[in-house]
């Protein structure tokens, strides 16, 4: 079965510094991977996704992720944070085939911009 | 225009009374989704509809009836709510499930608390 798993469920940094999130994933078939944030008391939207094609994924805001097969990883990463940053992130893998296809959801990092 | 809405916003109710929660998408999607959003911020898929047909039933209590009238609405029922209940509901939608790199788009969630 498919799995997703975010290492980290809180990571804090300094405005101005380097964001890392890190997700692994696990799965049969070359993988559809998606990131997704969520702002305080907002629903979910699509950072960005990895399909086929480029290895490296540029988003919204700044960030960008990159798909290693080798190390089954799909860390996001934006060079120099900003406040408006602060939000829960969820890394995400689609699963299944037809009918039966559906996202499986990495539990969440939580990112702390300080100031 | 909101692309996808959903009402009411908060929920405060009593254990044991039943409510509803309603979903309206204009973005001419064919799939629409049901996920609860627990206070650790997990994410669970409960439902999904693609052209008002039920395609994902995970297991969810049957106090909680999905209901499609159309493509463009998905509402949900709660019956004799129970404290466990408590979470945050979103209603999402998206182009066609089956698809790999199918995005979904979220609505603001609707905070529901039993008391």
């Known amino acids: 079965a498919q799995s997703v798993t975010q290492l980290g469920s809180h990571v804090s940094v300094s405005e101005g510094a380097l964001v890392l999130l890190r997700c692994n994933y696990s799965s049969s078939v070359p993988p559809y991977l998606f990131w997704y944030v969520q702002y305080p008391n907002q629903g979910l939207q699509l950072l960005l996704k990895y399909t086929t094609g480029a290895t490296l994924v540029k988003g919204i805001n700044g960030f960008e992720a990159e798909f290693k097969k080798s190390e089954t990883s799909f860390h996001l990463t934006k060079p120099s944070a900003h406040m408006s940053d602060a939000a829960e992130y969820f890394c995400?893998?689609?699963?299944?085939?037809?009918?039966?296809?559906?996202?499986?959801w990495g539990l969440g990092t939580s990112l702390a911009v300080n100031p | 225009d909101t692309a996808v809405s959903q009402t009411p916003k908060y929920l405060v109710t009593q254990m044991g009374n039943d409510k509803s929660i309603k979903c309206e998408q204009n973005l001419g999607h064919d799939t629409m989704y049901w996920y609860k959003q627990d206070s650790k911020k997990f994410l669970k898929i409960m439902f999904s509809y693609n052209n008002k047909e039920l395609i994902i039933n995970e297991t969810v209590p049957n106090r909680f009836s999905p209901k499609s009238p159309d493509k463009a609405h998905l509402n949900l029922h709660i019956n004799s709510l129970e404290l466990g209940d408590s979470a945050v509901y979103f209603c999402?939608?998206?182009?066609?499930?089956?698809?790999?790199?199918?995005?979904?788009?979220f609505g603001a969630g609707s905070r529901l608390t039993v008391l």
């Open positions: 995400a893998v689609s699963s299944g085939a037809g009918n039966n296809r559906k996202l499986i």
């Open positions: 999402a939608s998206s182009q066609d499930l089956r698809l790999g790199a199918n995005v979904l788009t």
